[in-house]
Each structure stands twice: as C-alpha cells, then as structure tokens.
Nanobody, 123 residues
Framework: VQLQAYGGGLVQAGGSLRLSCVGT????????MGWFRQAPGKERECVAA????????YYTDSVKGRFTISRDNAKNVVFLQMDSLKPEDTAVYYC?????????????????WGQGTQVTVSS
C-alpha cells in the first residue's frame, strides 16, 4: 500500500486543520492506521490510531479532546481533524499503516509510511 498525506499548513493557535491520508491498494481497508508527528529535535510519536473497521480509536494524552481520527474505507482515506491547535502541535505529520493489526500507538508495529505534511501553529 502507498500512502500520501495532505492538508498541512500554517494556522494560528486555537485554529483547526484537517489532514487526509489517501491510500492505494485493495488491502487499505483491512489495515489499522495511525497518524504520527515529528517536531524538530524530538522523537516521532503516534498521536492517533484507528482500527481497520473504524470502530476503535486511540489517542496520545496531549491531543485527547482536540484531535479526532476517522476513516472512509470506501474511499481509502483516513482523516485527522485537529482543533484547538497549539504551537506545540507544530510538526511534520505522517500517516502509516499497520498490516498485522493491534499496533495501537506503537510506531514499531507500523509497516507502511507516507510522506509527511507540515503543520505549523503560530502563537
């Protein structure tokens, strides 16, 4: 599966952005998916993940209540709605697929990675 993330940009603190991750291949709908981010000088972290069915989601503590992950398997796309953005959310955001399932927020479990999209939140 090939993945491509879209939707990054520059936004003021308190604003919103919606990221999209489009995947190719018939197996996309069978993969758990995750959104990750990496800020300059920091480790990459998983901010949200979603089961293949869309029925279960996971979030890292710093984004709970502000970010929402969802998916549309008919269109091979996963979304990350980001609200109440903060300057510390500034990072390159990536989407990734977990072919085996069950990876939740563990990035070592993710097999396929897309190119990132830059999100910059100004104060």
């Amino acid at each position: 599966v090939q993945l491509q993330a879209y939707g990054g940009g520059l936004v003021q603190a308190g604003g919103s952005l919606r990221l999209s991750c489009v995947g190719t291949g018939r197996t996309f709908s069978t993969y758990d998916m995750g959104w990750f981010r990496q800020a300059p000088g920091k480790e990459r972290e998983c901010v949200a993940a979603i089961k293949w069915s869309g029925s279960v989601t996971y979030y890292t503590d710093s984004v709970k209540g502000r970010f929402t992950i969802s998916r549309d398997n008919a269109k091979n796309v996963v979304f990350l709605q980001m609200d109440s953005l903060k300057p510390e959310d500034t990072a390159v955001y990536y989407c990734a697929a977990d072919a085996r399932g069950g990876g939740r927020l563990d990035q070592k479990r993710y097999n396929y990675w897309g190119q990132g999209t830059q999100v910059t939140v100004s104060s």
